[in-house]
């Protein structure tokens, strides 16, 4: 088996809508080790998967709710959510140029355009059917926000599950990490950042967290080392030219986060 594992970005997002039950699967049936998803809150409470901070790149929120297409996402209610698909999106605009390629048939296309956004929970079980991994992005909220009531119920869903052995938390609030580990201290965190420094590592050791997530901008080997000299993986995000995963798998890196999880499976079984 490859010792780094590969985590599929969103789930395969680049053949499927991001952040939905069917990237998942699409992941899953790519041979991901795990995927990461991204988790927000809305206004009666509920989890949800979700990305941006409002619904209107990946939904067809325009049409259902013209007037707050533009309102943050935590200012809705679950059922409003409910009335929203997370497909067409992918259908209409091809981000990946997946479409135009040849690689997503036409049943695939269709079944795309009635995803829903998934809850965090439903997100959670399916992790939990496939006894799978996931690497769940808690979204920074804002400032005005409870976010230890976010952080709670975040950590309540997965210790409610009996999955805190397939969950890792990350996040880019640092302060969420902390809050989870006193939560649950079995539930493994990982801290985000956009660029990887050593002056963070002694605060990122005395944090705690199990893994620290780099972007793959100006990463260098010499960095990667002295963090996992220091008991600390590292797992490496958004990786998607092969060249840069096999850069990447040849310096030993712990865990690769990409959008193309079907050309790193292939890397990693060739290897």
């Known amino acids: 088996m490859p010792s780094t594992l590969n985590i599929a970005h969103r789930g395969a997002r680049s053949i499927a809508p991001e952040n939905t039950i069917i990237a998942a699967r699409k992941a899953y049936e790519t041979g991901a080790d795990m995927w990461e998803l991204d988790t927000t809150i809305l206004a009666d409470g509920e989890l949800i998967i979700m990305h941006d901070d409002t619904f209107q790149r990946t939904t067809n929120i325009a049409e259902i709710f013209p007037d707050r297409s533009d309102h943050p996402a935590a200012s809705f209610i679950s059922s409003e959510v409910a009335q929203l698909e997370a497909g067409s999106f992918y259908v209409n605009t091809d981000p990946f140029g997946q479409i135009t390629a040849g690689n997503i048939a036409p049943d695939d296309r269709t079944s795309f355009l009635k995803e829903p956004i998934p809850t965090l929970e439903q997100a959670l079980l399916f992790t939990k059917d496939m006894q799978w991994q996931v690497n769940v992005e808690i979204k920074p909220m804002p400032k005005e926000s409870d976010h230890k009531s976010f952080v709670e119920k975040v950590v309540t869903l997965i210790q409610s599950l009996g999955m805190e052995s397939q969950v890792l938390i990350s ?10 580990q006193q939560l649950a201290p079995s539930i493994k965190t990982g ?8 002056l963070n590592l002694n605060q990122v050791k005395q944090s705690g967290v199990y893994a620290y997530h780099p972007a793959m901008v ?5 960095v990667i080392r002295r963090y996992q000299q220091n008991g600390i993986a590292v797992n490496v995000w958004t990786v998607n030219k092969s060249a840069d995963m096999q850069k ?17 499976n292939q890397l990693l079984v060739n290897r």
Do not use: M
Not at 191 to 198: F, I, K, S
Not at 252 to 262: A, K, S, Y
């Open 218 to 222: 100006a990463l260098r080997k010499g």
């Open 171 to 180: 996040s880019f609030n640092h302060d969420y990490l902390v809050q989870s």
């Open 248 to 264: 990447l798998i040849d310096w030993g890196v712990d865990g690769i986060i990409t959008d193309f999880p079907q050309e790193l």
């Open 191 to 198: 801290w985000l950042t956009v660029v990887a420094r050593l």
